[in-house]
């Protein structure tokens, strides 16, 4: 299937590695540029490397947080490449810990990322796009069931996944599509730390899998793949969905 995705433009954040890179490779494999963005600087210049150099990415370092963040990446896109055409808005996991026991800066410093910086982005491209584009925030199976001891993802996913419903309606007159993706297991490095802080690692992993029913833990590519074909032309009349990939662990119709 042609995706439509030669010559178009993305951004994507907290792309330096785990499921934004995996979103990048699978863009820039079917033709399009990207511009990637993370908080450390050597890890940017490592993935701008592997996904072909400035042909194909540039990298900023860049945090959410910072309200400046989403005009620089946008700027950079157009000066660059020359246009843009959407973005992958992935955010690091917040601190684990059940919702009762993470403390106040916890739950502040979460919300400006997570949260504040995912909307701030969101709308910052959203107004950018003047002829049609996607873009995609990346959430977790958390926004439709609490994933136990991830108290502060279970508070703001599903608010993020509101909040793209309601840009999805706002937008969508423009030719803007808005919409979630929900990755359930995937092997990362959020999950490989949250394997290991179990303290068994593989007795953790067995009885993640026996709740999934594919029974394995999924692979980026696996997310990319899905989020790359969302994120482009040839899914053109998607968009206020949340789409869920998990391998089936969620449970809801």
């Known amino acids: ?71 620089r990446l946008v700027t950079a896109a157009r000066e660059h490449f020359g246009r843009l055409d959407g973005a992958l808005v992935s955010v690091g996991g917040p601190p684990p810990g059940t919702a009762a026991r993470v403390d106040d800066e916890q739950w502040r410093q979460s919300f400006e990322t997570v949260f504040l910086g995912s909307v701030r982005m969101a709308r910052t491209v959203a107004a950018a796009l003047t002829d049609g584009g996607a873009i995609g925030l990346v959430l977790s199976t958390s926004a439709r069931s609490p994933v136990p001891g991830l108290g502060i993802s279970n508070g703001l996913r599903p608010g993020l996944a509101g909040v793209a419903k309601d840009m999805a309606d706002e937008y969508g007159p423009r030719g803007v599509r808005v919409l979630g993706l929900l990755p359930g297991r995937i092997m990362t490095d959020r999950n490989r730390e949250l394997l290991a802080a179990t303290g068994d690692v593989e007795a953790a992993r067995a009885e993640a899998e026996a709740g999934i029913p594919l029974r394995r833990i999924g692979d980026p590519a696996e997310f990319g793949r899905v989020a790359a074909f969302l994120l482009s032309p040839a899914a053109g009349y998607v968009t206020g969905v949340t789409v869920p990939v998990d391998g089936g662990a969620l449970r809801g119709l």
Not at 29 to 49: F, N
Not at 50 to 65: K, Q, S, V
């Open 1 to 71: 299937m042609d995706l439509g995705l030669t010559d178009q433009v993305y951004v994507l954040t907290g792309a330096s590695r785990g499921l934004g890179f995996a979103t990048a490779q699978c863009l820039v494999a079917d033709g399009a540029r990207v511009v990637v963005s993370a908080r450390a600087p050597e890890r940017v210049a490592e993935a701008v490397a592997r996904l072909g150099g400035p042909e194909h990415a540039i990298g900023l370092t860049a945090d959410l947080a910072d309200p400046a963040t989403p005009q």
